[in-house]
């Protein structure tokens, strides 16, 4: 349910403009969603017995919109 809530918001942010700065991060947010997402799919999206759940399958779309958005058509 986490990796759903952090692939959620890298989609939702990925929409921001690369010039738009959000105020209050430490880093640039593309950095941020970059990891959020990473960290959502190697946890999760990458273990077996995970992906035998609605959840997983859900995740695992949420990726592909994730990897759409980011022009990794292929790896999508």
């Known amino acids: 349910m986490l990796a759903r809530q952090m ?4 989609a939702a942010v990925q929409q921001l403009s690369t010039n738009e700065v959000v105020p209050g991060l430490t880093e640039h947010q593309h ?3 970059k990891a959020l997402a990473e960290a959502a799919i190697k946890l999760v999206n990458m273990d077996d017995a995970l992906l035998g759940t609605l959840e997983g399958v859900e ?6 919109f994730y990897h759409i958005d980011c ?3 292929r790896r999508a």
């Open 7 to 10: 692939l959620l918001f890298a």
């Open 31 to 33: 950095i941020i969603i």
């Open 59 to 64: 995740n695992f779309l949420f990726e592909i």
């Open 71 to 73: 022009g990794n058509i």
